[in-house]
């Protein structure tokens, strides 16, 4: 294999450019709108999922195709797959497109999620909620990401999202972490340390390395995760996202992708999970995704790009910039790994 097609040319797809080209492999991005990957990817290819004489170019020109996104549209992807083989498969991305596919495989997999009920219309929600109570967490099934496209539920009248969604029962957690696994074509698992995950607003705030929860927990979660990827003969780097309870794990969701809360790998580990994706998809061996750091990830978000200057005078610290240009509110434009120990 020498060229990985990507979908998507977002940060995530631009540090998968990064990883594959340090292997000596070249990436090509199919992304329909601004890609920050362009600057370090062999080619981009600017065109709508519906361009299906752009989509035929972009699978002949490479090996094989990954993605950085999940929310590609089917007849894309029917199309792509007739091409090129796609890795994680298309299962994997059907399971984790979908809130309620995604929750509903978890359990039939024997693991747990937060209470759920199918809320298909506005019409259907007052049953729903008589059914998983209050609080709870409105959210669509498809396309939701960093809090969007969720509606918290508490005394007052409930808000609709606008489209087919979930209402998921509110787990009070005493923690948030996640488990970024790897797993490749010959079935070889590497797992990276479950980080503690705080968020704002939504959005993912830092991730902390060593997480600090006993070891049957941190064990318990790799476990979780590795039944995931198993259950879906996974091929690439998975993401699993945990509420800790008094009651043991519960699944929160599941990313078919490198993922944000992994940043961290790049400071702490030989490999990180940009290149254990990059191998696994190129049917390389995995590498050593031990880790040999303890890592404060930090996301620099909208106005937080001020403070690079401060940033880049300090020592243990590694700044990664997307080369996004304008800073709005709540938009990931880069962030910093903190060496700690
Ligand atoms: P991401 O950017 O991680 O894909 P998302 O938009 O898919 O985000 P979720 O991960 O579902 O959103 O939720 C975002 C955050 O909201 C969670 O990390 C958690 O802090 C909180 N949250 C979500 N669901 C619940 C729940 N059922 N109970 C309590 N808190 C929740
Ligand atoms: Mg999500
Ligand atoms: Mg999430």
């Given at each position: 294999i020498r060229t990985i097609g990507i979908l998507g040319g977002g940060q995530l797809g631009r540090m998968l450019s990064v990883a594959a080209s340090r292997l000596g492999l070249r990436c090509h991005i199919f992304e329909p709108g601004a890609a920050p990957a362009g600057d370090v990817a062999w080619h981009v290819t600017t065109a709508s999922y519906e361009d299906e004489d752009a989509l035929r170019a972009f699978a002949e020109s490479v090996d094989v195709i990954t993605y950085e996104?999940?929310?590609?549209?089917t007849s894309a992807l029917d199309l792509l797959e007739s091409l090129r083989p796609i890795r994680p498969s298309r299962r994997a991305l059907a399971v984790s497109q979908d809130r309620l596919t995604e929750k509903t495989f978890l359990n039939e997999i024997g693991l747990a999620t937060a209470p759920f009920a199918d809320v298909?219309?506005?019409?259907a929600l007052p049953e729903a909620i008589e059914a998983i109570g209050r609080p709870s967490i409105l959210k669509t099934r498809r396309m939701g990401y960093d809090g969007k496209g969720q509606v918290r539920i508490g005394d007052g009248p409930a808000e609709w999202t606008g489209a087919p969604s979930v209402l998921e029962g509110f787990v009070n957690f005493s923690a948030e972490i996640s488990v970024i696994i790897a797993r490749g074509a010959d079935g070889q698992v590497s797992a990276f340390d479950p980080g503690l995950n705080v968020h704002e607003s939504g959005i993912l705030r830092t991730t902390t390395v060593?997480?600090?929860?006993?070891g049957k927990a941190t064990t318990d979660a790799v476990l979780v995760a590795a039944r995931i990827a198993n259950a879906l003969d996974y091929v690439g780097v998975l993401g699993v996202e945990l509420f800790v309870t008094p009651d043991g794990l519960i699944v929160n969701e599941i990313a078919p992708r490198v993922h944000n809360?992994?940043?961290?790998t790049q400071a702490g580990?030989?490999?990180d999970q940009f290149e254990q994706h990059i191998r696994a998809v190129a049917g390389l061996p995995l590498g050593d995704g031990k880790r040999y750091a303890d890592v404060v990830m930090e996301n620099l978000i909208g106005d937080d790009i001020a403070r690079v200057p401060q940033l880049m005078a300090s020592s243990g610290v590694q700044l990664h910039l997307y080369g996004k240009g304008e800073a709005r509110p709540g938009r990931k434009m880069g962030h910093v790994n903190r060496i700690v120990g």
């Amino acid at each position: 294999i020498r060229t990985i097609g990507i979908l998507g040319g977002g940060q995530l797809g631009r540090m998968l450019s990064v990883a594959a080209s340090r292997l000596g492999l070249r990436c090509h991005i199919f992304e329909p709108g601004a890609a920050p990957a362009g600057d370090v990817a062999w080619h981009v290819t600017t065109a709508s999922y519906e361009d299906e004489d752009a989509l035929r170019a972009f699978a002949e020109s490479v090996d094989v195709i990954t993605y950085e996104f999940e929310n590609v549209p089917t007849s894309a992807l029917d199309l792509l797959e007739s091409l090129r083989p796609i890795r994680p498969s298309r299962r994997a991305l059907a399971v984790s497109q979908d809130r309620l596919t995604e929750k509903t495989f978890l359990n039939e997999i024997g693991l747990a999620t937060a209470p759920f009920a199918d809320v298909p219309d506005e019409a259907a929600l007052p049953e729903a909620i008589e059914a998983i109570g209050r609080p709870s967490i409105l959210k669509t099934r498809r396309m939701g990401y960093d809090g969007k496209g969720q509606v918290r539920i508490g005394d007052g009248p409930a808000e609709w999202t606008g489209a087919p969604s979930v209402l998921e029962g509110f787990v009070n957690f005493s923690a948030e972490i996640s488990v970024i696994i790897a797993r490749g074509a010959d079935g070889q698992v590497s797992a990276f340390d479950p980080g503690l995950n705080v968020h704002e607003s939504g959005i993912l705030r830092t991730t902390t390395v060593p997480c600090g929860l006993p070891g049957k927990a941190t064990t318990d979660a790799v476990l979780v995760a590795a039944r995931i990827a198993n259950a879906l003969d996974y091929v690439g780097v998975l993401g699993v996202e945990l509420f800790v309870t008094p009651d043991g794990l519960i699944v929160n969701e599941i990313a078919p992708r490198v993922h944000n809360s992994g940043h961290w790998t790049q400071a702490g580990c030989a490999v990180d999970q940009f290149e254990q994706h990059i191998r696994a998809v190129a049917g390389l061996p995995l590498g050593d995704g031990k880790r040999y750091a303890d890592v404060v990830m930090e996301n620099l978000i909208g106005d937080d790009i001020a403070r690079v200057p401060q940033l880049m005078a300090s020592s243990g610290v590694q700044l990664h910039l997307y080369g996004k240009g304008e800073a709005r509110p709540g938009r990931k434009m880069g962030h910093v790994n903190r060496i700690v120990g």
